[in-house]
T-cell receptor, first 113, second 111 residues
Framework: DGGITQSPKYLFRKEGQNVTLSCEQN?????MYWYRQDPGQGLRLIYY???????QKGDIAEGYSVSREKKESFPLTVTSAQKNPTAFYLC????????????FGNGTRLTVT | RKEVEQDPGPFNVPEGATVAFNCTYS??????FFWYRQDCRKEPKLLMS???SGNEDGRFTAQLNRASQYISLLIRDSKLSDSATYLC????????????FGSGTKLNVKP
């Protein structure tokens, strides 16, 4: 079945450590996205990529980095510079075109102590 | 001003009730609109796209009002399983697939 896979589902890290969240899709979608969701809040865009080897900052990119070396993969690194990294991280993809919806992975819940 | 705004609720309704949510968007050039459903601690799932002429999927009806810049979702004959948070999603820029989410409207359907 086609879909988006995020791993791990739960991740625990100590403050000051960088951590990389995995996102893989086999939907052959060009566009991929990372969102962050805090309790009781909406989704906020961290980074997005329209095509391989290209990505753009979203609204809250500070303290995060991404790469898009392959169409299927869009890993997100949460660096030690991110002040409040504990959150629910959601990866999504879209086939492109203004009427194409987002398809989400099942998320990674990151806790930093 | 936020790109997309929703009433957070909660909307507490009995089974069988009809309930409607609205969502306003700030960019008049917005092209694409969607409703997603999100269950507690899960990822959002596409409920339906919203088309200019309005569209229906079973008990769910979506409408777009471009003049007033809002979209709506109507749920008829509410089921217990409809309890969730409903997210309004807008793509304001036709040249990029950059989506903005409302903070969601929580629906509780009671027996």
């Amino acid at each position: 079945d086609g879909g988006i896979t995020q791993s791990p589902k739960y991740l625990f890290r100590k403050e000051g450590q960088n951590v990389t969240l995995s996102c893989e899709q086999n939907l052959n979608h060009d566009a991929m996205y990372w969102y962050r969701q805090d309790p009781g809040q909406g989704l906020r865009l961290i980074y997005y990529s329209q095509i391989v080897n290209d990505f753009q900052k979203g609204d809250i990119a500070e303290g995060y980095s991404v790469s898009r070396e392959k169409k299927e993969s869009f890993p997100l690194t949460v660096t030690s510079a991110q002040k409040n990294p504990t959150a629910f991280y959601l990866c999504a993809s879209s086939s492109g075109g203004s009427n194409s919806p987002l398809h989400f992975g099942n998320g990674t819940r990151l806790t930093v102590t | 001003r936020k790109e997309v705004e929703q009433d957070p609720g909660p909307f507490n309704v009995p089974e069988g009730a009809t309930v409607a949510f609205n969502c306003t968007y700030s960019n008049s050039a917005s092209q694409s609109f969607f409703w997603y459903r999100q269950d507690c601690r899960k990822e959002p799932k596409l409920l339906m796209s919203v088309y200019s002429s309005g569209n229906e999927d079973g008990r769910f009806t979506a409408q777009l009002n471009r003049a007033s810049q809002y979209i709506s979702l109507l749920i008829r004959d509410s089921k217990l399983s409809d309890s969730a948070t409903y997210l309004c999603v807008v793509n304001p820029n036709p040249n990029f697939n950059k989506f903005y989410f409302g903070s969601g409207t929580k629906l509780n359907v009671k027996p």
